[in-house]
């Protein structure tokens, strides 16, 4: 068991708030664990906080009871529970060992051994703790230069975590996409390639935020071509071919760290099948369909037509689709300044209404949002310049000259 920890660090801000300390000291004996820890190691902005205790899930919950902490039983069956603190959450996991693992699930034991519980961690860097005193503890021995030399290494075999649960091979490339150095180490690449037909018994959910957070890494490129190459992407379900140039271009010109945009990028086609495959939300899969099949006008049309676009997409969906245009392999040099004007253009809003129509005399229904698109394709044509008084004139103009049988 390890005895003492492997040096000590200045206490990070976030452990250092008034509500961790209340935490803690209903707590007792408890440490941070996982992502926060190796973050603070490595200077990097601190997401989610995962605390690590031998307290069992039951003991927590009576300690939280008495010091008022509201919880959520989010994953009492693995052992943990989340504390909702004022300023922020705390996932609170008793110490365990996996007693039994099929590929998906794991049957666990609950420990006090904070050895046991390093053992069942995914990958080194993952197996570090942090206490309250600011005392970093590595279990394993190796964490800590493995995180400061960008090894993304399993915990023992490779081939046996792997094989324990499918998932640890798209947190891999996850993980290698934001701490690995490259190149990526051959036989970890290997136990991976070997092991990924389990990936299709992975849920779209599991896989989804585990491929989003890789494409979320300031340079997600190096650790994707490897997951393509690797067959990893075909194995998932998601379809070929992947653009990986246009990804590449993409980044050159996009300085968000969007997700879906740059998903979007990688597909020439199979939207239908990648939303299935990934469950992905109807307001996801709407923007991926948009991002995927729609354009915007080329660049030296006009800006009557940009404006056109802008307000028929939206401001959001013309940035997107401008950024594509150019991954796609539109010139770059003028995207700076559509980018601007679609930020800055204020959208006009479209001066008449239904009910406009209804006084002009029709009756209600299709035809009435049929006649209202007419005289707004005509009011976005002329530059959004004609106002209320004569859109309502073109409006009596387009119902004059109706087939009255039509
Ligand atoms: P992030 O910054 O993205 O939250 P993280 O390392 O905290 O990174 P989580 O997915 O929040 O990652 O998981 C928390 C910790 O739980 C990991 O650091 C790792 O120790 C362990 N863990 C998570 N998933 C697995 C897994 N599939 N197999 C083994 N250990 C895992
Ligand atoms: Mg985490």
């Known amino acids: 068991m390890t005895q003492t920890p492997a040096r000590r660090i200045p206490i990070p801000p976030w452990l250092a708030s008034t509500s961790i300390a209340r935490l803690l000291d209903l707590l007792g004996d408890a440490r941070f664990v996982g992502g926060a820890v190796r973050d603070t190691l490595l200077g990097r902005d601190v997401g989610d906080l995962d605390l690590a205790t031998p307290l069992t899930p039951d003991a927590v919950m009576s300690r939280l009871e008495a010091g008022n902490i509201r919880m959520v039983p989010t994953g009492l069956s693995h052992g943990t529970v989340t504390a909702v603190l004022e300023d922020r959450s705390v996932e609170i996991t008793t110490l365990r060992r996996d007693v039994e693992t099929d590929g998906r699930h794991a049957v666990v034991a609950f420990t006090d051994d904070w050895d046991e519980d390093a053992a069942r961690r995914d990958f080194t860097m993952n197996a570090l703790y942090l206490d309250r005193a600011?005392?970093?503890?590595?279990?394993?021995?190796?964490?800590?230069?493995d995180a400061q030399a960008g090894r993304v290494r399993f915990v023992g075999d490779?081939?046996?975590?792997?094989?324990?649960?499918?998932?640890?091979?798209?947190?891999f490339y996850r993980f290698?996409?934001?701490?690995?150095?490259?190149?990526?180490?051959r036989e970890t690449r290997l136990a991976c390639c070997r092991r990924a037909g389990a990936l299709g018994r992975l849920s779209g959910e599991r896989i989804r935020a585990e491929l989003f957070k890789?494409?979320?890494?300031?340079?997600?490129?190096?650790s994707l071509t490897a997951l393509v190459e690797d067959a990893i992407w075909r194995k998932i379900g998601l379809p070929e071919p992947v653009a990986l140039n246009r990804l590449v271009r993409l980044l050159r010109h996009d300085p968000g760290r969007d997700a879906l945009r740059r998903f979007a990028s990688l597909l020439k086609d199979g939207v239908t099948e990648t939303v299935m495959r990934l469950r992905l939300s109807n307001e996801e899969a709407e923007r991926l369909h948009a991002l995927v099949s729609w354009t915007i006008p080329e660049w030296n049309v006009g800006a009557v037509a940009h404006r056109r676009a802008i307000y028929e997409y939206g401001r959001r969906y013309y940035r997107d689709l401008a950024l594509l245009a150019v991954a796609r392999g539109r010139d770059p040099a003028p995207l700076a300044d559509h980018l601007s004007g679609a930020a800055s253009w204020p959208i006009p809003t479209f001066p008449i209404r239904g009910r406009d129509l209804i006084t002009l005399g029709l009756t209600p229904g299709p035809v009435v949002s049929d006649t209202l698109r007419l005289v707004e394709t005509w009011w976005a044509e002329g530059d959004f310049s004609a106002d209320r008084d004569a859109c309502l004139a073109q409006a009596r103009r387009i119902l004059a000259n109706r087939d009255p049988t039509g």
């Open 214 to 222: 890789l494409l979320e890494a300031e340079n997600p490129l190096p």
């Open 134 to 145: 600011g005392d970093l503890w590595d279990p394993l021995g190796t964490g800590i230069d």
């Open 158 to 171: 490779a081939a046996a975590r792997i094989e324990e649960d499918a998932l640890r091979i798209l947190r």
């Open 176 to 185: 290698q996409a934001h701490y690995g150095a490259v190149p990526i180490e």
